[in-house]
């Protein structure tokens, strides 16, 4: 048995680019980094972050580009894989990558690490009910149909 798995929960580095595929189909790419801390023999404490490059294809693809943007903070689950190709000059290039199955947005869209302001809400005038309104029915247990 096999088993190809990654799973990340990270912030986006970088906003979503979206392309179309001469087959039509829709692909996404961005990267996500995420952090790791631990202390060393001498206690201090030590930080690195790791960048994922991330490919999202069909409709992941197109939710991927329209809802996440730069400093998002999501969940992405999928499988490894490397590809390889020659560059102008003869040399072999590798790139890992994770192709999604699946994308989770850890924040909602109020808390995007975007500098716009949020829109202001429209003042909402609330006006008391009367006691006549404040009345409910009763219920009656043998009008449930179940």
């Not at 595929?21 to 206690?43: N, Q």
């Not at 693809?61 to 490397?82: D, F, H, N, P």
């Not at 429209?122 to 247990?141: F, K, L, R, Y």
Request: a neutral charge.
């Amino acid at each position: 048995m096999d088993l190809n798995k990654a799973q990340l929960i990270g912030r986006l580095t970088r906003d979503p680019e979206q392309k179309s595929i001469p087959s039509g189909e829709i692909v996404t790419t961005f990267s996500v980094a995420t952090g790791f801390t631990w202390k060393d023999k001498a206690g201090q404490k030590q930080e690195k972050t790791e960048f994922h490059n991330i490919v999202a294809w069909r409709k992941l693809a197109e939710i991927c580009g329209q809802y996440l943007k730069k400093g998002s903070k999501v969940y992405i689950e999928g499988r490894l894989a490397t590809r390889n190709w020659e560059d102008q000059s003869g040399v072999k290039k590798y790139r890992t990558e994770i192709i999604a199955d699946n994308m989770i947005m850890l924040e909602g869209r109020g808390a995007r690490a975007t500098a716009a302001p949020a829109p202001a809400k429209p003042a909402v005038e609330q006006v008391a009910a009367t006691p006549s309104e404040q009345q409910e029915e009763e219920v009656n247990i043998e009008d449930i149909p179940f």
